[in-house]
């Protein structure tokens, strides 16, 4: 038996249905109705919170393996508290239940943000957070569940971090930041970019990484997930190239960052629950256009990156079946979440 939290998640959704492709039992702990997410999966539903230690303890029981998706994800200021509780109380419930009950490992899922920065070089496994620069709560958080993993490491327990970068591809259920500028992109809705850049990770690149750390990884590592490192103009070609429309105005960074500054103190007031696009702290992230050296997966794991265009395909695709692009403006796409072959890109080896 295998325990998947987060399931409803991005990450999640895929990672389930990959391991039942394979013929494999799953678990999966629900905090809630799952949605369309699970829909037609024949998993064991399990109710419960990663903040609930005892609700925890029992979906763990009886699993041989856990992956620990399960995260409260946000570039907001606020909501302290519940990103804690989340992201790092609930992964000590679930490092602290898995060592009680003998699993053989446990991949929990990490991020890049909780990695350190090497100035003009792709930062590795080995480089220093710096704690003392502005985070966000969900930065700080992720380097905290670290710490649990370190510890629970240090107690015994088999446990390995897969790290993620910024996710993209199908089977985007809520759907996710980058879920969400690609909605808006297609339908219409984004009208301007920043400049910048990021690494990112086709989520099913993102899946086969998780599935390489639990096979293949070595006891208390960390690996670095991605698929190609992009700037902000290239992903918008993607973009385009699979919605068939135009590129956007260019907004200078300095100007973005100052509106959202000034934008986020009014929309946490007004609309606290709301998730700005472009927060203080995404547009920090595009301008830092940072990169990540994922030779230590490669080596370790045989990571072997894709394709993020096709990855966008996907996405795109997904979210055409689903009706959530309006019809009007979407290309023909093949059935299902599936999407037209894209072209060679150069990406990593």
């Known amino acids: 038996?295998?325990?998947?939290?987060?399931?409803?998640?991005?990450?999640?959704?895929?990672?389930?249905?990959?391991?039942?492709?394979?013929?494999?039992?799953?678990?999966?702990?629900l905090r809630e109705a799952a949605g369309p997410a699970l829909n037609g999966l024949a998993v064991h539903r399990m109710p419960g919170d990663v903040r609930d230690a005892e609700a925890v303890r029992r979906a763990v029981s009886g699993c041989e393996e856990v992956y620990h998706c399960a995260a409260q994800v946000s570039t907001r200021s606020g909501g302290k508290r519940e990103i804690y509780d989340v992201n790092v109380l609930g992964t000590h419930?679930?490092?602290?239940?898995?060592?009680?009950?003998?699993?053989?490992?446990?991949?929990?899922?990490?991020?890049?943000?909780?990695?350190?920065?090497?100035?003009?070089?792709?930062?590795?496994?080995?480089?220093?957070?710096?704690?003392?620069?502005?985070?966000?709560?969900?930065?700080?958080?992720?380097?905290?569940?670290?710490?649990?993993?370190?510890?629970?490491?240090a107690q015994g327990l088999d446990v390995v971090i897969a790290t993620s970068t910024a996710i993209i591809g199908p089977h985007d259920y809520r759907p996710s930041r980058m879920g969400r500028l690609l909605l808006d992109f297609a339908n219409g809705r984004l009208l301007a970019y920043v400049p910048g850049g990021f690494e990112f990770v086709s989520v099913k690149d993102l899946v086969a990484g998780h599935l390489l750390a639990m096979r293949r990884g070595v006891a208390g590592r960390k690996y670095l997930l991605s698929t190609h490192y992009h700037t902000v103009e290239e992903m918008l070609g993607f973009y385009g190239e699979a919605c068939g429309r135009r590129r956007l105005l260019r907004v200078p960074s300095p100007v973005m960052a100052g509106i959202a500054r000034a934008a986020a103190p009014a929309v946490s007031l007004l609309a606290p629950r709301h998730e700005m696009r472009l927060t203080p702290a995404a547009v920090s992230f595009l301008r830092s256009r940072r990169r990540a050296d994922c030779s230590r997966a490669v080596a370790d794991l045989g990571f072997r990156p894709t394709s993020v265009a096709r990855a966008v395909e996907e996405a795109y695709a997904c979210f055409v079946r689903r009706g959530l692009i309006d019809g009007r403006r979407a290309t023909t796409m093949p059935r299902g979440c599936v999407g037209r072959p894209a072209r060679r890109r150069a990406g990593r080896p």
């Open 93 to 153: 419930h679930v490092l602290a239940a898995s060592r009680q009950a003998g699993v053989r490992r446990v991949v929990v899922t990490g991020s890049l943000s909780a990695t350190g920065r090497r100035r003009g070089a792709a930062c590795t496994e080995e480089d220093l957070f710096y704690p003392f620069g502005e985070h966000t709560p969900y930065t700080v958080s992720k380097v905290l569940a670290e710490h649990e993993c370190a510890k629970a490491a």
């Open 1 to 29: 038996m295998i325990l998947v939290t987060g399931a409803t998640g991005h990450l999640g959704a895929n990672l389930v249905r990959e391991l039942l492709a394979e013929g494999q039992e799953v678990r999966v702990l």
